[in-house]
């Protein structure tokens, strides 16, 4: 009935058995209870089931069970093996950018996976890389100052790597940038 | 190679051989990335008995440059496509299209196989203009043709795509794309149209003119021959738009109509390819305004100018991370599934329900339907009119009629199925003045009529008769789906002392604990119900959801249940805001004087009232907006409808009314030949006047405040007419509002809380209202704070548990402000001084010499700020039940009118809108949103610019791309993928919220709410920007693109 699938989830290597039709979201949410990411449209209109296949992100409710054999998948409970994830949701909860926050775990996959490939994004590149997201509360200006001061941060060019002692620093600079 | 299971298999060939070998047997469906599967299974597409997984096919993937083009492998994502550094130098004009395409998530797992071969998708436009070819491979062998001819050949038997082949142009070919939606980006396609000129020595040598996206992908020949051969210079671009319009094949959908599908691919080619757009550009010269200050202390918030008042809010940290749990997200160890039957038809009898297959299916724990609701199978805030489960008829499609609980999620879904139910199909009463019309079948026993308004002052006709400008218009306004990203649900379980929890987003738990006990016919005190943290509400929540499911389940089988609606549930199921039409008439003077206004409203309640009726009251209690009007006469009326059902939403009908007042407004200082702000000055209303209902309202009225801050605003300055490239005209507009707080004088409003210190040290702060993201705990951390003198990280809020909180009224109506603000200043002083009697008492001081500090007590002017006692040994110290307290219960403030439902305490506003309206294609964008607000003083920085900014955004929704519509009773959109919530892009490139914060000196009501004011302008605002530029005034919601553009192209 089930299919046995191999994948590695937030870097940790795991075999199981699942109907081949299985979401990955509902995996996710149902058979492991991990519900960082969550199910609100189901058709990949929403964004806020976003995670990571293969360092890209991806909706989780349009990816299937046979299309995660063999994927590196992150979710936003692992988020933070990404170096920079720290300083994005620092950054974006110094905003108070998100309010009821059911879309919040999605934008900030999506955002953690642009600004390492885009650090020092400019607003433009920033509003086209979430496009993909959607937030009834906010009206989005507020996720794009988080998301700003996120990549004025990383775009230090003598940026180290953040460990706890650097975060202080990190956090500073957002202030100062506003 | 092949995987069996049950239900669906999935088949893994390795070469393209292999795979159509596998698409003849049974159903069968060739995949790559997969991503169209979902929308089409929610579409109700059959589920093929197996998938054909391409991924693993070998030379399907690579982008290859040639000298002859570029191949690239079918398998390659849209992501990969848009990095691609080739594409993006090589053929600028595919990689327009790619970012076109979906949205950035979707792009990395969808393929150009994948869109091209599903012969719709949005790529196919630049490929036909781009010439491109397919490597395909059918049973026949591989072989290479045309996308074109590939396209207009019919589909008889199985093909792959291994490759499409783009030829390298013309580097200097001139070429235009779009991609026309209905919003900004991620958006269905209207139409799509790429286009490719090649050119020597001036001479056009080649065109290519393709659509797509919403209309069958096709080059446009007839409209190419036009160009072929011709002198650039010498196009005759009228004759070119002229044989697109001619030749496009566009069909109307529920959307858009072909004609505008037609006109608009027209007006993109021949702007796009260097010709001049047909219509006007409409000189609309306005009165110069006269130069104004802003008000003295208005604020602009923003953290940079927000200072030591800029706080984090404690809850956003866990959201951002994703580790805050959700009432939606608990899983629990036997936790059984519920889910819901909907009626599915608008209109019907029931003569039976049979659940027997279904309680037999193994996994099913229980069926509930109405003969298991034990006390009145009847809800509804203001009239018990719904039932929990259908039992005589179902009113709309999604009235629930039965629930299952199962041991998971698709064992319940299977359950459903087997619940039958016979239906004899009743006529469906689709339109709310149809409803109304004498033998208009009867959708509630009590007849279709739910609620009728009636007001008048002064002599309307006297009032008209001496007019010098008369206007008049009728205003439609749509079914605006809330859209909250949590849907409805939660769960429920029962104690081991037989108390009923209840755990579901919703905004009034001691309403619905009511509402609850009447159905359940169990007493309240046997039921807990949770209502917090939800995830986005705006009152779309406040009624029963799927509460009562809930309910009935877990006290059937004894163990907990979750249930969630998905979104395709929550859009039929769901209250969305009562579409409504609003006639208005209105009379000013030859000095723009307001001398009568008429107003006659209808509005659909769907097949139930919930808070229709009073969404309908406070609608015409903002029937003259903030204006006077000496003869006045409105009516209103509330029909039943098999429509969905509708009630609560942010505005609450307020909005509704500010859209019809405030254009008015504009069109009466249009005719005087005033300046919009000059004429609204002529008829505000002054501070200490009766409300329009002549009922006494507070003080701190700041209208005039407001209007002088619009008039002093930057934006109402800038530049006006044609945009720089021609394509748009720039308006700007402003709008006035005022929104009263509270539930008004009518129903009853309760209020309280408490404050305590609790046995850890905690300042908890007890209130029985919601956290729906609106910032209520970061409020009550600070209003708690401020009034006690603790550190805001001492304050421990409790909210959204009647178990732990007490009383404090709805979070709905702009009033969790106010009850936070004053049960802090209420209770605080009591807490302080036991406290400080405490503490005295411990440190063998007078209490008098001792003060409240951040984390704990210190000696009364403190220089050092040393604390003597942390709030946790003060604690300590204190036998539990002597740790101090205080309470306050008392009934939110209430005007003296109770002859209908007024208003005592008001916020006020003023919007501006700057909008650039499309040439090409009648689409509004808005670019800049400032809005002033006085509403008092601002508690939380941040929460308040959040609800401003919010509620800007969800009202440019509303006036620009939201509608639930529906046709006989059924919604014709069914999700995210056609209902348009506002996406990023869709968000104006800049946004202002200003504050005016002083309150009069007697007033003694201290903060108003702004959950609801600041969606209450903007409408017309963004109305007024549009008649601004084109002098058009839209009348009907959200605003037709081809109205617009017909009053653009009128000579």
Same mark, same amino acid.
């Given at each position: 009935?089930?299919?046995?699938?191999?994948?590695?989830?937030?870097?940790?290597?795991?075999?199981?058995?699942?109907?081949?039709?299985?979401?990955?979201?509902?995996?996710?949410?149902?058979?492991?209870?991990?519900?960082?990411?969550?199910?609100?449209?189901?058709?990949?209109?929403?964004?806020?089931?976003?995670?990571?296949?293969?360092?890209?992100?991806?909706?989780?409710?349009?990816?299937?069970?046979?299309?995660?054999?063999?994927?590196?998948?992150?979710?936003?409970?692992?988020?933070?093996?990404?170096? %920079?994830?720290?300083?994005?949701?620092?950054?974006?909860?110094?905003?108070?950018?998100?309010?009821?926050?059911?879309?919040?775990?999605?934008?900030?996959?999506?955002?953690?996976?642009?600004?390492?490939? %885009?650090?020092?994004?400019?607003e433009q590149?920033?509003r086209a890389?979430?496009e993909?997201?959607?937030?009834?509360?906010?009206g989005y200006r507020?996720?794009?100052?988080?998301?700003?001061?996120?990549?004025?941060?990383?775009?230090?060019?003598?940026?180290?790597?953040?460990?706890?002692?650097?975060?202080?620093?990190?956090?500073?600079?957002?202030?100062?940038?506003? | 190679?092949?995987?069996?299971?049950?239900?669906?298999?999935?088949?893994?060939?390795?070469?393209?051989?292999?795979?159509?070998? /596998?698409?003849?047997?049974?159903?069968?469906?060739?995949?790559?990335?997969?991503?169209?599967?979902?929308?089409?299974?929610?579409?109700?597409?059959?589920?093929?008995?197996?998938?054909?997984?391409?991924?693993?096919?070998?030379?399907?993937?690579?982008?290859?440059?040639?000298?002859?083009?570029?191949?690239?492998?079918?398998?390659?994502?849209?992501?990969?496509?848009?990095?691609?550094?080739?594409?993006?130098?090589?053929?600028p004009l595919?990689?327009a299209a790619?970012r076109a395409t979906a949205g950035?998530?979707?792009?990395?797992?969808?393929?150009?196989?994948?869109?091209?071969?599903?012969?719709t998708?949005c790529l196919l436009p630049a490929?036909l203009a781009?010439?491109?070819?397919?490597?395909?491979?059918?049973?026949?062998?591989?072989?290479?043709?045309?996308?074109?001819?590939?396209?207009?050949? !019919?589909?008889?038997?199985?093909?792959?795509?291994?490759?499409?082949?783009?030829?390298?142009?013309?580097? !200097?070919a001139r070429w235009t794309h779009r991609k026309v939606g209905l919003r900004a980006a991620f958006t269905p396609s209207v139409v799509g149209v790429a286009g490719m000129i090649?050119?020597?020595?001036?001479?056009v040598?080649?065109a290519r003119l393709a659509v797509g996206g919403g209309v069958a992908p096709t080059r446009l020949h007839e409209a190419e021959a036009l160009l072929?051969?011709e002198a650039l210079a010498d196009v005759d671009w009228r004759a070119l738009h002229a044989a697109i319009e001619q030749t496009v094949d566009a069909p109307d959908d529920a959307f858009r109509s072909g004609r505008y599908r037609r006109k608009v691919a027209a007006n993109a080619f021949v702007h796009g390819l260097g010709g001049t757009l047909p219509g006007r550009v409409p000189h609309r010269p306005r009165p110069v305004p006269?130069?104004?200050?802003?008000?003295?202390?208005?604020?602009?918030?923003?953290?940079?100018?927000?200072?030591?008042?800029?706080?984090?809010?404690?809850?956003?940290?866990?959201?951002?991370?994703?580790?805050?749990?959700?009432?939606?997200?608990?899983?629990?160890?036997?936790?059984?599934?519920?889910?819901?039957?909907?009626?599915?038809?608008?209109?019907?009898?029931?003569?039976?329900?049979?659940?027997?297959?279904?309680?037999?299916?193994?996994?099913?724990?229980?069926?509930?339907?109405?003969?298991?609701?034990?006390?009145?199978?009847?809800?509804?805030?203001?009239?018990?009119?719904?039932?929990?489960?259908?039992?005589?008829?179902?009113?709309?499609?999604?009235?629930?009629?039965?629930?299952?609980?199962?041991?998971?999620?698709?064992?319940?879904?299977?359950?459903?199925?087997?619940?039958?139910?016979?239906?004899?199909?009743?006529?469906?009463?689709?339109?709310?003045?149809?409803?109304?019309?004498?033998?208009?079948?009867?959708?509630?026993?009590?007849?279709?009529?739910?609620?009728?308004?009636?007001?008048?002052?002064?002599?309307?006709?006297?009032?008209?008769?001496?007019?010098a400008h008369v206007v008049e218009a009728t205003y439609e306004m749509p079914r605006q789906m809330?859209?909250?990203?949590?849907?409805?649900?939660?769960?429920?379980?029962?104690?081991?002392?037989?108390?009923?929890?209840? /755990?579901?987003?919703?905004?009034?738990?001691?309403?619905?604990?009511?509402?609850?006990?009447?159905?359940?016919?169990?007493?309240?005190?046997?039921?807990?119900?949770?209502?917090?943290?939800?995830?986005?509400?705006?009152?779309?929540?406040?009624?029963?959801?799927?509460?009562?499911?809930?309910?009935?389940?877990?006290?059937?089988?004894?163990?907990?249940?979750?249930?969630?609606?998905?979104?395709?549930?929550?859009?039929?199921?769901?209250?969305?805001r009562?579409p409504m039409t609003i006639r208005m008439r209105t009379a000013c003077?030859?000095?723009g004087?307001?001398?009568?206004?008429?107003?006659?409203?209808?509005?659909?309640?769907?097949?139930?009232?919930?808070?229709?009726?009073?969404?309908?009251?406070? *609608?015409?209690?903002?029937?003259?907006g903030?204006?006077?009007?000496?003869?006045?006469?409105?009516?209103?009326?509330?029909?039943?409808?098999?429509?969905?059902?509708?009630?609560?939403?942010?505005g609450?009908?307020?909005n509704q009314m500010a859209y019809a007042v405030e254009c008015q407004m504009d069109r009466l200082a249009d005719a005087c030949g005033l300046d919009p702000v000059e004429i609204r000055?002529?008829?505000?209303?002054?501070?200490?006047?009766?409300?329009?209902?002549?009922?006494?309202?507070?003080?701190?009225?700041?209208?005039?405040?407001?209007?002088?801050?619009a008039a002093?605003d930057p934006i109402w300055l800038t530049p006006r007419g044609l945009s720089g490239d021609s394509t748009e005209i720039i308006g700007v507009g402003m709008a006035m509002n005022?929104?009263?707080?509270?539930?008004?004088?009518?129903?009853?409003?309760?209020?309280?809380?408490?404050?305590?210190?609790?046995?850890?040290?905690?300042?908890?702060?007890?209130?029985?209202?919601?956290?729906?993201?609106?910032?209520?705990?970061?409020?009550?951390?600070? *209003?708690?704070?401020?009034?006690?003198?603790?550190?805001?990280?001492?304050?421990?809020?409790?909210?959204?548990?009647?178990?732990?909180?007490?009383?404090?009224?709805?979070?709905?109506?702009?009033?969790?402000?106010?009850?936070?603000?004053?049960?802090?200043?209420?209770?605080?002083?009591?807490?302080?001084?036991?406290?400080?009697?405490?503490?005295?008492?411990?440190?063998?001081?007078?209490?008098?010499?001792?003060?409240?500090?951040?984390?704990?007590?210190?000696?009364?002017?403190?220089?050092?700020?040393?604390?003597?006692?942390?709030?946790?040994?003060?604690?300590?110290?204190?036998?539990?039940?002597?740790?101090?307290?205080?309470?306050?219960?008392?009934?939110?403030?209430?005007?003296?009118?109770?002859?209908?439902?007024?208003?005592?305490?008001?916020?006020?506003?003023a919007t501006l809108a700057r909008v650039a309206v499309n040439r090409i294609t009648g689409r509004v964008r808005v670019l800049d949103l400032h809005q002033?607000?006085?509403?008092?003083?601002?508690?939380?920085?941040? *929460?308040?610019?959040?609800?401003?900014e919010?509620g800007g955004v969800q009202g440019l929704g509303f006036t620009l791309t939201e509608d639930a519509a529906m046709r006989?009773?059924?919604?014709l959109t069914?999700?995210f993928d056609t209902y348009m919530l506002p996406g990023i892009a869709d968000t104006p490139e800049s946004m202002a919220?200003? *504050?005016?914060?002083?309150?009069?000196?007697?007033?003694?009501?201290?903060?108003?709410?702004?959950?609801?004011?600041g969606i209450g302008a903007v409408t017309p605002a963004i109305a007024n920007a549009v008649a601004d530029a084109i002098g058009l005034w839209p009348e009907r919601l959200p605003f037709d693109p081809e109205r617009i553009l017909d009053a653009v192209e009128r000579p």
């Amino acid at each position: 009935m089930a299919e046995p699938i191999a994948f590695r989830l937030n870097g940790v290597d795991r075999r199981t058995e699942v109907p081949p039709d299985t979401r990955l979201i509902d995996f996710l949410r149902d058979r492991l209870g991990l519900t960082a990411a969550k199910k609100a449209c189901g058709i990949g209109r929403c964004g806020a089931c976003a995670v990571l296949i293969d360092g890209r992100a991806v909706n989780a409710c349009l990816v299937m069970a046979w299309q995660m054999d063999g994927a590196d998948i992150v979710t936003p409970e692992g988020l933070e093996t990404l170096p %920079h994830a720290k300083t994005v949701r620092q950054a974006l909860a110094e905003a108070n950018a998100f309010q009821c926050g059911y879309c919040a775990s999605g934008f900030v996959v999506v955002l953690t996976a642009y600004l390492r490939d %885009h650090p020092g994004a400019q607003e433009q590149d920033i509003r086209a890389a979430l496009e993909g997201n959607i937030c009834r509360c906010t009206g989005y200006r507020s996720i794009l100052r988080g998301a700003m001061a996120a990549a004025r941060v990383l775009a230090e060019p003598d940026r180290d790597v953040p460990s706890d002692g650097s975060q202080s620093d990190a956090s500073q600079t957002v202030e100062a940038s506003q | 190679m092949t995987t069996a299971c049950a239900g669906m298999q999935v088949v893994r060939p390795v070469t393209a051989a292999e795979a159509l070998a /596998c698409v003849t047997t049974g159903s069968a469906r060739l995949v790559a990335g997969g991503t169209a599967l979902q929308l089409d299974w929610a579409k109700g597409l059959p589920r093929p008995d197996r998938l054909i997984d391409l991924g693993r096919v070998a030379g399907l993937r690579g982008i290859e440059r040639s000298a002859g083009g570029i191949r690239i492998g079918a398998l390659t994502s849209l992501g990969a496509l848009e990095r691609d550094g080739t594409i993006s130098e090589a053929l600028p004009l595919l990689a327009a299209a790619v970012r076109a395409t979906a949205g950035p998530a979707v792009r990395n797992l969808a393929t150009i196989g994948g869109n091209v071969a599903g012969r719709t998708g949005c790529l196919l436009p630049a490929l036909l203009a781009l010439d491109a070819d397919l490597e395909i491979v059918t049973q026949a062998g591989r072989g290479r043709k045309p996308l074109s001819q590939w396209l207009a050949e !019919t589909r008889d038997q199985p093909a792959i795509v291994e490759a499409v082949i783009v030829p390298l142009g013309q580097d !200097t070919a001139r070429w235009t794309h779009r991609k026309v939606g209905l919003r900004a980006a991620f958006t269905p396609s209207v139409v799509g149209v790429a286009g490719m000129i090649e050119t020597a020595d001036g001479v056009v040598t080649a065109a290519r003119l393709a659509v797509g996206g919403g209309v069958a992908p096709t080059r446009l020949h007839e409209a190419e021959a036009l160009l072929a051969g011709e002198a650039l210079a010498d196009v005759d671009w009228r004759a070119l738009h002229a044989a697109i319009e001619q030749t496009v094949d566009a069909p109307d959908d529920a959307f858009r109509s072909g004609r505008y599908r037609r006109k608009v691919a027209a007006n993109a080619f021949v702007h796009g390819l260097g010709g001049t757009l047909p219509g006007r550009v409409p000189h609309r010269p306005r009165p110069v305004p006269r130069p104004c200050e802003p008000p003295l202390g208005e604020l602009v918030l923003a953290r940079a100018d927000a200072g030591a008042r800029w706080h984090v809010r404690p809850d956003g940290p866990a959201k951002i991370a994703g580790r805050l749990e959700y009432l939606t997200d608990r899983r629990a160890p036997g936790m059984l599934v519920g889910r819901i039957l909907r009626a599915g038809i608008p209109h019907a009898r029931i003569l039976g329900i049979d659940t027997r297959a279904a309680e037999a299916l193994p996994g099913v724990a229980a069926v509930v339907t109405h003969r298991d609701v034990p006390g009145s199978n009847a809800f509804g805030i203001v009239v018990q009119d719904q039932p929990a489960l259908c039992f005589d008829k179902v009113r709309y499609v999604g009235d629930a009629v039965a629930a299952v609980a199962a041991v998971d999620a698709e064992t319940a879904e299977r359950a459903l199925a087997l619940i039958e139910v016979d239906y004899a199909p009743l006529p469906v009463v689709a339109d709310p003045e149809q409803a109304l019309v004498a033998g208009a079948e009867p959708v509630h026993e009590t007849g279709n009529l739910r609620r009728s308004l009636n007001f008048g002052r002064g002599d309307i006709a006297h009032g008209f008769a001496r007019a010098a400008h008369v206007v008049e218009a009728t205003y439609e306004m749509p079914r605006q789906m809330h859209g909250f990203m949590e849907t409805e649900g939660g769960y429920a379980f029962v104690d081991a002392d037989g108390t009923l929890n209840v /755990c579901a987003g919703g905004q009034h738990g001691r309403r619905d604990r009511l509402q609850l006990s009447r159905i359940l016919g169990m007493a309240e005190e046997k039921i807990r119900v949770v209502t917090s943290p939800t995830g986005g509400a705006f009152g779309g929540k406040d009624e029963l959801t799927v509460q009562p499911a809930l309910a009935l389940l877990a006290l059937k089988t004894s163990r907990p249940v979750r249930l969630q609606l998905d979104r395709a549930e929550s859009v039929i199921a769901g209250t969305k805001r009562n579409p409504m039409t609003i006639r208005m008439r209105t009379a000013c003077d030859a000095d723009g004087r307001l001398g009568a206004q008429q107003v006659d409203v209808i509005a659909d309640a769907g097949a139930y009232a919930s808070l229709g009726p009073g969404v309908l009251e406070t *609608a015409l209690e903002h029937a003259c907006g903030p204006y006077v009007v000496a003869n006045v006469q409105t009516t209103g009326r509330l029909a039943y409808t098999n429509n969905g059902v509708c009630g609560a939403f942010r505005g609450f009908g307020a909005n509704q009314m500010a859209y019809a007042v405030e254009c008015q407004m504009d069109r009466l200082a249009d005719a005087c030949g005033l300046d919009p702000v000059e004429i609204r000055r002529r008829n505000l209303r002054q501070p200490g006047m009766p409300g329009y209902l002549g009922q006494t309202v507070a003080p701190t009225e700041r209208l005039r405040e407001m209007l002088d801050a619009a008039a002093a605003d930057p934006i109402w300055l800038t530049p006006r007419g044609l945009s720089g490239d021609s394509t748009e005209i720039i308006g700007v507009g402003m709008a006035m509002n005022h929104q009263g707080t509270g539930l008004g004088t009518i129903p009853p409003d309760p209020a309280g809380g408490a404050l305590r210190l609790a046995p850890d040290g905690a300042i908890e702060a007890l209130l029985g209202l919601d956290e729906m993201g609106q910032g209520l705990l970061t409020s009550i951390q600070s *209003a708690v704070a401020a009034a006690l003198g603790c550190g805001r990280d001492d304050v421990r809020p409790l909210t959204g548990d009647t178990a732990k909180a007490p009383e404090s009224g709805s979070t709905t109506a702009a009033r969790g402000a106010h009850v936070v603000w004053r049960v802090a200043e209420t209770t605080a002083p009591v807490l302080a001084a036991k406290m400080l009697s405490a503490a005295g008492a411990m440190l063998g001081r007078d209490r008098q010499g001792l003060a409240i500090a951040p984390g704990g007590i210190v000696e009364l002017h403190s220089n050092s700020g040393e604390l003597l006692l942390t709030f946790a040994e003060l604690a300590r110290a204190l036998p539990p039940d002597q740790l101090p307290s205080a309470a306050t219960s008392f009934e939110f403030p209430k005007s003296d009118y109770f002859e209908g439902n007024a208003r005592l305490i008001f916020a006020f506003g003023a919007t501006l809108a700057r909008v650039a309206v499309n040439r090409i294609t009648g689409r509004v964008r808005v670019l800049d949103l400032h809005q002033h607000t006085a509403a008092g003083p601002v508690i939380d920085v941040a *929460a308040y610019l959040g609800q401003i900014e919010g509620g800007g955004v969800q009202g440019l929704g509303f006036t620009l791309t939201e509608d639930a519509a529906m046709r006989d009773g059924r919604y014709l959109t069914g999700n995210f993928d056609t209902y348009m919530l506002p996406g990023i892009a869709d968000t104006p490139e800049s946004m202002a919220t200003f *504050a005016l914060e002083d309150l009069d000196a007697a007033d003694p009501f201290g903060p108003r709410g702004v959950g609801e004011l600041g969606i209450g302008a903007v409408t017309p605002a963004i109305a007024n920007a549009v008649a601004d530029a084109i002098g058009l005034w839209p009348e009907r919601l959200p605003f037709d693109p081809e109205r617009i553009l017909d009053a653009v192209e009128r000579p």
